[in-house]
């Protein structure tokens, strides 16, 4: 079935493309398809990379030449996670992008926005259950989608996880995070996130993909991955679009 919607899809691109002409979803500027940015919001996008943090992907200076260093955040505070993966770090563009996708929408970005995510993670062998993020009910309602849910779909169907969309549950309501110091985060999240019983065995001894838009403080995904180590998961990576490297935002 999945290769016949995937026929059906690459037959009436041509017409879709001529009803909708495709657009940066930056800048609107003309595009040869629907999948991507012009070349110049591409550029606007700055791509982790070295040196930085081993542990976390925190960019560290230029011209520091260490390898498999870890910054002062992770040898303060040792991170339950087994590492980041971050497509972007947080910009200008990252942002216009997460608030098209989260606040206006604009849930066709999924796919794009996956691509980049699933091309940081690292090559592995082992097999990977990809989990999102959880929202709470009455969030979800309101919104109608959980964006992390959307990209844990695709990036589960581009390197072959298993998706369990519902593994975490949001067990209370949390204010917004936005505005909040690291401290203020982890209060409000103490107890606010678990695993769904039914899920329990399934993840005892896996490998798990941790799927965000945005991490900011690594507050809310602290909280997962220690929910998740908690239900007996061997190794947690999270893996977000956008990683913000100033945790004062």
């Known amino acids: 079935m999945g290769w016949f919607l995937q026929r059906i899809a690459v037959v009436l691109a041509p017409v879709v493309d001529l009803v909708f002409p495709p657009r940066c979803p930056l800048c609107g500027a003309g595009l040869a398809a629907q999948d991507g940015l012009c070349s110049a919001c591409w550029s606007d996008l700055t791509i982790p990379g070295e040196p930085c943090c081993s542990q976390c992907q925190r960019p560290f200076p230029s011209h520091v030449t260490m390898q498999n260093g870890l910054c002062a955040p992770c040898l303060a505070m040792p991170p339950q996670h087994d590492g980041i993966a971050a ?8 942002r216009q992008l997460v608030l098209a996708f989260k606040h206006g ?19 592995s062998d082992d097999h990977w259950l990809v989990v999102p993020v959880p ?22 169907g581009i390197r072959g996880g298993e998706l369990i969309v519902d593994a975490l549950v949001r067990k209370k309501r949390t204010p917004s995070l936005g505005g909040l110091g690291r401290k203020a985060r982890i209060r409000a999240l103490t107890g606010a996130i678990g695993t769904a019983s039914q899920w329990r065995g399934r993840l005892q001894g896996s490998c798990i993909v941790l799927v965000d838009d945005v991490l900011t403080s690594g507050a809310t995904s602290d909280a997962c991955v220690a929910a998740l180590k908690r239900a007996g998961a061997k190794k947690v990576i999270v893996a977000c679009f956008a990683r913000v490297a100033d945790e004062s935002v």
């Not at 497509?87 to 990252?94: F, K, M, R, V």
């Open 87 to 94: 497509a972007t770090l947080y910009n200008d563009a990252s």
């Open 105 to 123: 929408r604009k849930i066709a970005l999924a796919p794009m926005m996956a691509k980049q995510i699933a091309a940081r993670l690292p090559q």
């Open 135 to 156: 929202l709470h009910r009455v969030r979800l309602w309101r919104r109608g989608f959980n964006q992390s849910a959307l990209l844990a779909r695709e990036i589960a």
